[in-house]
């Protein structure tokens, strides 16, 4: 670890890691509960066009990429909220629509290839450098400052939505609001682990999380302990084993939950007995 902390680009990427580690599970928590779990993949392939359209214009992707995943977010939630779209055919829009908008505006890009997409498709977090570290740290602090704020609130609508709109919420502000909040986290994601697989560190933590707590709130603050531990411990097994840091941070969040998965059942199991007994 110290051979890591004398390393400006790992104290950077280390910094990115820990930001990212507890923002994604953060608003993951929300869009498990919502049933929203692959809302990330679809924002993530819309972000591809902002990152594309960056390149096309010569503005900063990631600015570019906030932009336009955050309208692509406002979209599905209006076409999900208004139309008769469900939930998941409104995703599947968004994947197919965001993944060909990217290429193709990355191909009309001069001198552009798909190549250039790479480091945002799969991340790569040891480019990330000190002006990088402080865009992620706004955005993350934006993101938990939200959640903060409006967590109750988010947390009935992501229950019932019946239950919100019943007692008053403002159901439609918050489920924009919940939508643009993930799209602003894939982007803060996207280059720690990539566009791709976003959505792993969003849902997998939180899913590990559920095998051994019970409340939200418990929930929640375990799935943020396991992203942090996911994204830390990917990046230093990437840096020693060199292998690809986006791909070892979600292998190591699936190596987790299925550690939780077994101890959860056992748990369960001796509890049975003992009541049994």
Request: charged fraction near 10%; charge should be positive; hydrophobic fraction near 60%.
């Amino acid at each position: 670890m110290i051979e890591l902390l004398s390393l400006d680009f790992m104290r950077y990427a280390l910094a990115a890691a820990v930001l990212v580690g507890l923002t994604a599970p953060a608003v993951g928590t929300f869009i498990v509960q919502r049933r929203l779990a692959l809302l990330g993949d679809g924002i993530g392939h819309v972000a591809l066009t902002g990152v594309a359209l960056g390149f096309l214009t010569g503005t900063a992707p990631v600015l570019t990429a906030v932009v336009v995943a955050a309208l692509g977010a406002v979209a599905i939630e209006l076409v999900r909220a208004r139309g008769r779209t469900s939930g998941d055919v409104a995703l599947a829009l968004l994947f197919y629509g965001g993944l060909a908008g990217g290429v193709m505006l990355i191909y009309l890009t001069p001198g552009g290839s798909t190549a250039s997409l790479n480091s945002y498709l799969f991340g790569a977090i040891t480019s990330v450098n000190g002006q990088d570290v402080w865009v992620i740290a706004v955005l993350a602090v934006l993101v938990l400052a939200v959640l903060a704020v409006f967590g109750r609130e988010l947390f009935v609508l992501c229950q019932d939505e019946e239950v919100a709109r019943s007692a008053g919420l403002p159901t439609r502000f918050l489920g924009l609001l919940i939508a643009v909040v993930a799209a602003v986290t894939v982007v803060v994601a996207m280059r720690v682990v990539g566009l791709l697989l976003v959505s792993a560190l969003m849902v997998v933590p939180v899913a590990t999380s559920q095998q051994l707590t019970r409340s939200f709130r418990a929930t929640m603050a375990l799935a943020m302990l396991f992203g942090v531990l996911a994204t830390v411990g990917g990046l230093t097994s990437s840096f020693y084993l060199d292998v690809p840091s986006g791909a070892a941070i979600v292998l190591l969040a699936l190596a987790g939950f299925a550690v939780a998965l077994a101890v959860g059942r056992f748990v369960r199991r001796s509890r049975t007995r003992e009541s049994i007994s």
